[in-house]
């Protein structure tokens, strides 16, 4: 079975705070995804990287950053948390670059920023 | 308009009907997903498919690539059927997701 793990499922911060969200897979996977998901919006795709040190931005990169050092790794980072980051953060994983794969998804963070 | 729309977004059934959420989509696309989230968040895929139709159980999801629309059927519906259920299309390593279909079935 594929197992994609998120560090949280649950987090609560405050505004200004720097907030690290960490998703781990055991498949030697390529790609990673980060999402957001919103009530009414469906889910939103932040960052990927489909390689160690590579990242490009989805479609709503702004307030974020994310960090690949290893290959099962994939951070995202809230440089300075605000109340709109609030929602669902879930991150997905799928094969290799540039062939169509199925995504497997992590359990989700719900992150909630006072 | 959204790239991926699905209808409908709400439904409720009693358990043994027979259910149909469809999904619609206006780009050009490799595969189309069709995935489920029970309440906690956790997403998993149910479907991928280019053409024709698959079967899973109970479920049964078709596409017409050239109508860019897909259904998804859920036969002897029971209560733990009760979920969202969301279509996903893309030809690339991204997907664009449609809004989801909040699905009830009571007993």
């Known amino acids: 079975d594929v197992k994609v793990t998120q560090s949280s499922r649950y987090l609560v911060k405050r505004t200004g705070e720097k907030v690290f969200l960490e998703c781990v897979q055991d498949?030697?996977?390529?790609?990673m995804f980060w999402y957001r998901q919103d009530p009414g919006l469906g889910l939103r795709l932040i960052y990927f990287?489909?390689?160690?040190?590579?990242?490009e931005k989805g479609d709503i990169p702004e307030g974020y950053s994310v960090s690949r050092e290893k290959k099962e790794r994939f951070s995202l980072i809230l440089e300075s948390a605000s109340t709109n980051q609030t929602s669902m953060y879930l991150c997905?994983?799928?094969?290799?670059?540039?062939?169509?794969?199925?995504?497997?998804f992590g359990p989700g963070t719900r992150l909630t920023v006072l | 308009k959204n790239e991926v729309e699905q209808s409908p977004q709400n439904l409720t059934a009693q358990e043994g009907e027979f259910i149909t959420i469809n999904c619609s989509y206006s780009?050009?696309?490799?595969?189309l997903h069709w995935l489920q989230q029970h309440p906690g968040g956790g997403i998993v895929s149910l479907f991928m498919?280019?053409?024709g139709k698959k079967k899973h159980g109970r479920l049964i999801a078709t596409i017409n690539i050239q109508e860019k629309h897909s259904s998804l059927h859920i036969t002897a519906s029971h209560p733990r059927d009760s979920a969202v259920y969301i279509c996903?299309?893309?030809?690339?390593?991204?997907?664009?997701f449609g809004t989801g279909t909040r699905l009830q079935v009571f007993p």
């Open positions: 498919l280019s053409s």
């Open positions: 990287s489909y390689d160690v040190k590579m990242k």
């Open positions: 997905a994983i799928s094969g290799r670059r540039n062939s169509y794969n199925e995504q497997f």
């Open positions: 996903a299309v893309g030809n690339t390593d991204k997907l664009i």
């Open positions: 498949m030697d996977h390529e790609n």
């Open positions: 780009v050009g696309i490799s595969a």
